[in-house]
């Protein structure tokens, strides 16, 4: 049986709105008042953040297109050390995170403690997060982080020059320093990335899906399949990976049915049951080795806490599954 590890890492610097670095804390405080002992057993390591940065208006305006990108390659740095030690000392690594574009510093660290294996991630996500700086409608990090760990560069790796930024030479500079963090680049395939729940994706996303061969399930395909069929396929796709990382956005819930508590809710999503029955089998998979849950923002919730809530019974479970199989 497989010893975890808690790593808490709040930063919320590559989010467009705030309150997401509060979002572990609203899990924790969903399952105090369930009475749960979750994290009475499992002790949680701290990453320090950056997110005085905000605050900074001047650092902002001067890289638009990635804003606080070098408060987030810090940010990776710290995170994929701690990722990486964690597993290097035998540990099952359970990250949960304020914003998304934490996950590259999580899948950094995987990748620097075992950089001869290959990397399979399942993106559980109502968004594909692969934009760039050169195509990011925002600049919000949040948006970019499997473009990072793809290793895109000026319009992706293709060249179709659909209304790409202007970006300055700090922002390439940092944008390669980013996809640089765990010393391997890229770190995943993209016919080794699997989506469940996207929904809201802008065409330069799409064309990426398409050209580097990306698999995605929808809401209603996953739906019909059955989400233990559909996670016994994804499977298959990253049958030939060495490891594969599991990364939970909240935002793939149904935010008109779960809670609004998130950054950029999209309706039509997953139910919280369809996401536990999903991991249930993506879990027993020994491949799998790390989990990562993001993205809760309690200030953006409509029902109290109800977002910490769902989070925290999907974490729950999938924990369970890990100590059984992992
Ligand atoms: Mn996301």
Same mark, same amino acid.
């Given at each position: 049986?497989?010893?975890?590890?808690?790593?808490?890492?709040?930063?919320?610097?590559?989010a467009?709105?705030?309150?997401?670095?509060?979002?572990?804390?609203?899990?924790?405080?969903?399952?105090?008042?369930a009475?749960?002992?979750?994290f009475?057993?499992?002790?949680?390591?701290?990453?320090?953040?950056?997110?005085?940065?905000?605050?900074?208006?001047?650092?902002e305006?001067?890289?638009?297109?990635?804003?606080?990108?070098?408060?987030?390659?810090?940010?990776?740095e710290?995170?994929?050390?701690?990722v990486?030690?964690?597993?290097?000392?035998?540990?099952?690594?359970?990250?949960?995170?304020?914003?998304?574009?934490?996950?590259?510093?999580?899948?950094?660290?995987?990748?620097?403690?075992?950089?001869?294996?290959?990397?399979?991630i399942?993106?559980?996500d109502?968004?594909?997060?692969?934009?760039?700086?050169?195509?990011?409608?925002?600049?919000?990090? &949040? /948006?970019?982080?499997?473009?990072?760990?793809? *290793? #895109?560069?000026? =319009?992706g790796?293709?060249? %179709?020059?659909?209304?790409?930024?202007?970006?300055?030479?700090?922002?390439?500079?940092?944008?390669?320093?980013?996809?640089?963090?765990?010393?391997?680049m890229?770190?995943?395939?993209?016919?080794?990335?699997?989506?469940l729940?996207?929904?809201?994706?802008?065409?330069?996303?799409?064309?990426?899906?398409e050209?580097?061969?990306?698999t995605?399930?929808?809401?209603?395909?996953?739906?019909?399949?059955?989400?233990?069929?559909?996670?016994?396929?994804?499977?298959?796709?990253?049958?030939?990976?060495d490891?594969?990382?599991v990364?939970f956005?909240?935002?793939?819930?149904?935010?008109?049915?779960?809670? &609004? /508590?998130?950054?950029?809710?999209?309706p039509? *999503? #997953?139910?919280i =049951?369809?996401?536990?029955? %999903?991991?249930?089998?993506?879990?027993?998979e020994?491949k799998?080795?790390?989990?990562?849950?993001?993205?809760?923002?309690?200030?953006l919730?409509?029902?109290?806490?109800?977002?910490?809530?769902?989070?925290?019974?999907?974490?729950?479970?999938?924990t369970?599954?890990?100590?059984?199989?992992?």
């Open positions: 049986m497989c010893k975890i590890k808690l790593i808490d890492v709040p930063s919320e610097i590559g467009g709105t705030r309150g997401s670095s509060l979002g572990v804390g609203a899990i924790k405080t969903a399952a105090e008042n009475k749960n002992e979750y009475r057993r499992f002790p949680v390591q701290h990453v320090e953040h950056e997110n005085d940065l905000l605050f900074d208006t001047e650092l305006a001067a890289t638009p297109h990635a804003k606080r990108i070098e408060g987030v390659v810090t940010q990776y710290r995170t994929s050390d701690v990486a030690s964690a597993l290097e000392t035998g540990h099952f690594p359970i990250v949960l995170t304020g914003d998304h574009s934490n996950a590259g510093g999580t899948i950094s660290g995987l990748v620097k403690a075992y950089p001869e294996k290959s990397l399979g399942i993106w559980i109502a968004h594909a997060d692969l934009h760039t700086p050169y195509t990011s409608p925002s600049g919000n990090i &949040h /948006g970019m982080p499997l473009a990072a760990m793809l *290793g #895109l560069n000026e =319009q790796r293709v060249g %179709f020059g659909l209304r790409p930024n202007a970006i300055n030479e700090q922002t390439q500079k940092a944008w390669e320093e980013l996809k640089n963090v765990g010393n391997k890229p770190k995943v395939d993209g016919k080794d990335i699997v989506f729940g996207l929904r809201d994706t802008e065409e330069e996303e799409n064309f990426l899906i050209d580097e061969g990306m995605v399930f929808r809401v209603e395909e996953a739906r019909k399949k059955g989400m233990k069929n559909t996670a016994k396929q994804a499977l298959r796709v990253l049958k030939d990976v490891m594969i990382h990364s956005d909240v935002d793939s819930l149904d935010c008109d049915v779960v809670s &609004h /508590g998130t950054g950029t809710p999209v039509n *999503g #997953l139910f =049951q369809e996401v536990i029955a %999903f991991l249930s089998v993506i879990l027993s020994p799998v080795c790390c989990f990562e849950v993001t993205e809760v923002n309690p200030t919730d409509e029902k109290r806490n109800a977002m910490g809530e769902a989070a925290f019974k999907i974490l729950y479970e999938a369970r599954v890990i100590e059984a199989f992992q």
